[in-house]
């Protein structure tokens, strides 16, 4: 085909040029396999106008959606060692690292930053799903740390964005060391009486659950979210029976008192904004 490129006029030639589509023009809904067109997204919040499933975020935007524009600081998440225990299985983990950063272009799986909700100064760290599932590790760990000091420096609220599979296993006891000293960080916002909010997001499990993220003064889930420890598949196959519908589902642990509210992701920041006037005026 040479001999067409040389004689064709530049004009003709673009007719026949491949044209490039962006990769993420279309975005394919999980529950109902609706083609969502991104801009359609992006107006929605990423939730399906067929179905109204909420689709997962990345951490920049759950900050772009939740607080006010232009006030959103982010800060520098702690650097830790990227492979404590030289840890492989069928790949080495400093490699699956390293693919991970590549990939999302994120240091780790918690991205935290301040800003304003309404015009109210607050502290947020959200999980991003995208890097390692959201995984709790040495860097996710110091980063919710350090975010919560930041929060008891500057006496503001502090919010959590749960989106998480558990402890990060090629970590090791280093990983689940991370939930008790989370845990212990919190009592001091408690003692501060700075507010404590948790979202609960799809999914949310694991050691995240099992430590940090069901200790908030209130739990907000997102709707149809899974929360809980252990899959529901793994627990029905455990215990041999089958489990209820709707098991461990947002609004199962709603009727069941695991959570306080489910909250359309439309509603989250006026919601946050409520809650967060609530407490600090009972804190006066």
Request: proline share 5%.
């Amino acid at each position: 085909m040479n001999w067409f490129k040389n004689i064709v006029p530049p004009g003709i030639k673009k007719i026949f040029k491949k044209r490039e589509v962006p990769d993420n023009l279309w975005l394919k809904c999980p529950a109902c396999d609706s083609m969502i067109f991104h801009t359609d997204a992006e107006e929605s919040l990423f939730v399906c106008p067929e179905c109204d499933f909420h689709l997962k975020v990345s951490a920049e935007t759950r900050f772009s959606q939740l607080f006010d524009e232009g006030s959103i600081s982010y800060i520098d998440c702690p650097n830790v060692p990227a492979d404590p225990l030289k840890f492989r299985d069928q790949k080495k983990y400093i490699d699956r690292i390293k693919d991970a950063r590549s990939k999302t272009g994120k240091k780790d799986s918690v991205l935290i930053g301040s800003g304003a909700i309404n015009s109210t100064n607050v502290v947020m760290a959200v999980h991003d799903f995208s890097f390692m599932g959201g995984s709790l590790g040495m860097a996710a760990g110091e980063s919710i740390i350090l975010a919560i000091e930041t929060a008891l420096d500057k006496k503001y609220p502090f919010i959590l964005c749960a989106s998480s599979g558990g402890a990060r296993m090629q970590e090791g006891i280093l990983s689940l060391m991370q939930m008790p000293r989370t845990t212990v960080m919190l009592q001091s916002l408690r003692e501060e009486k700075l507010p404590y909010i948790v979202i609960l997001t799809n999914p949310t499990t694991g050691g995240v659950t099992a430590s940090y993220a069901m200790l908030g003064d209130i739990h907000i889930a997102e709707p149809k979210a899974l929360i809980g420890f252990a899959g529901p598949r793994v627990i029905g196959n455990t215990i041999n029976e089958s489990l209820p519908d709707g098991f461990q589902k947002s609004e199962y642990l709603l009727d069941h008192g695991m959570v306080d509210m489910v909250v359309h992701r439309k509603d989250l920041k006026s919601t946050i904004s409520k809650i967060i006037d609530i407490l600090l005026n009972e804190k006066d």
